[in-house]
């Protein structure tokens, strides 16, 4: 069974963000940045190549697979801004519903840019988050 590619790493966080060539995608990796530490307390680590994580869990599925993964996270992607956050918590569809300009995947939100969305909309869903994954996950 091949391993988990997305391991916490030693790499820079701010130099990644310092790394990030647009310039306006820079300024948000930042700001997200700084919101999720505030919101968890956490010290920001990169997990694999691109993603800037806070926190960690271990996850095993029924397949018997088994990992660790950060527990909120985000990436600078070239096309849009994406943050890792745990779906499905109570008030998530009306908060999604007030957030503006964005998509969803299965744990995944897009943003184009953080001015297309309500800033305290984004950090109450992604406080909403940070408290089901501890909720489901304590340590």
Request: hydrophobic share 35%.
């Amino acid at each position: 069974m091949a391993g988990t590619k997305t391991k916490a790493t030693e790499a820079s966080v701010e130099g990644f963000i310092d790394g990030v060539e647009n310039l306006t995608r820079r300024a948000d990796a930042r700001a997200v940045c700084a919101m999720l530490q505030r919101i968890t307390g956490e010290a920001p680590k990169m997990w694999g190549p691109s993603i800037v994580g806070f926190g960690a869990y271990r996850y095993r599925y029924e397949s018997g697979h088994e990992g660790e993964m950060c527990r909120i996270g985000f990436s600078p992607r070239k096309a849009q801004l994406v943050l890792y956050i745990l779906p499905g918590f109570d008030g998530e569809a009306e908060l999604l519903s007030r957030l503006g300009r964005h998509k969803t995947g299965k744990a995944c939100l897009y943003i184009g840019k953080l001015a297309y969305v309500d800033s305290g909309v984004l950090e109450k869903l992604c406080t909403r988050s940070w408290e089901a994954m501890n909720a489901r996950y304590p340590d």
